[in-house]
């Protein structure tokens, strides 16, 4: 293998392989980005065994002899960032075990791993439906109800759910204490399967590409854009939360106020919050308090439009802030039944439901 190529834009293209790279202690090959190189490109793949993500290399690359090796992503990420020149040079020597980067004064060497050790992708097929960006934006919403990590005593998984329904689709998440659920008015893009859990890490990744083309086959989703090509592996969809009866079910009283301010005074009553911030409904107002027994104490409050019954209730700042910060500009509804019951967030223009549950007082 011996090629040369813009240094920045192979840097470029490693880095947007690394978010499917892991480091593992107990298998290396995870922690390699594979380096192809064929006749007239340079493909560069990373995958933690549940994601993929393939990219060919920019840098106008000049190819003396192909080939293919597995090096630490990260080391060599760092290398080409360090390096100064447009231009570098990569190349293996016989059995030596080790492959060479050269850029103006520097050298380096690494060890590589053989291709054979990389694990396969699945069959990336040429053909597949546009995502609409309507989607892309209803999934990276809904990512903030996303959990890390499967929350089996809610039966909440790691992904966003995407149904297909008579008018067009769903996306809702849940981590069992907060629910968002985004009706899309779009056609169907994922083939024969009408429902369907996009894993929360691979979310991300769509919003990085411009107009993939999607398919979901065999328990993976593929995404292909330009030179990127990226895979999932689906979660079963079976066992996703009921939803339904949650948000079919509106709150009997709203209070309507300004983003900015509620958003504001929040995060000054967080400063000595302990484990929750309390909110006051009362005619045309929120007033929003805090006590930390250690710490101190704080208050504020909001003007609203608000005509229910005196209500106090309890809620996690943080969730609230993040349903908030997904609104646009303007005003921003909370909807409340008493202090126990589901706690509705809506912003003015925006099509879906944002739930989270009280906290107890």
Known sequence: MKFTVGRQQFANAIAMVLPAITKSNTKPILACVLVDV???????SGTDIDLGIKVISGGEPMIEETGS???????????????????????TEGDSGHVYLKCGNTRHSMVYIPRSEFPPFPNMPGNGAQMDARLTLALSIANIAVPEQEMRMYSAPAGALVAATETGMEVVA?????????????????????????PKKFIPMLGKVASPCMVATDGNILALSGGVSMFCRLKDPTYFPEYRDAINNAPAYGASFDKKAVSQGLRRVA????????????????????????????????????DGPEIDIGVNQQYLQDFISAMPDGKVGI???DSESIIWVKGEGVVGTFLMMPVRL
């Open 271 to 306: 400063i000595t919050a302990e484990e929750c911030i309390v909110m006051k409904f009362v005619d045309n107002s929120i007033r929003m308090t805090s006590e930390n027994i250690s710490v101190g104490s704080s208050s504020d409050m909001v003007v609203s439009e608000y």
């Open 38 to 44: 064929s006749e007239g490109s340079v493909e560069v």
């Open 69 to 91: 090796v597995c090096v630490d992503a990260q080391i060599l990420h760092k290398m080409l960032l360090a390096m100064e020149g447009d231009v570098v040079g990569i190349w």
């Open 174 to 198: 849940t981590d069992g204490h907060r629910l968002i659920h985004i009706p899309v008015d779009t056609a169907w893009p994922f083939g024969g399967t009408r429902r369907i859990i996009i």
């Open 335 to 337: 909807y409340i039944t």
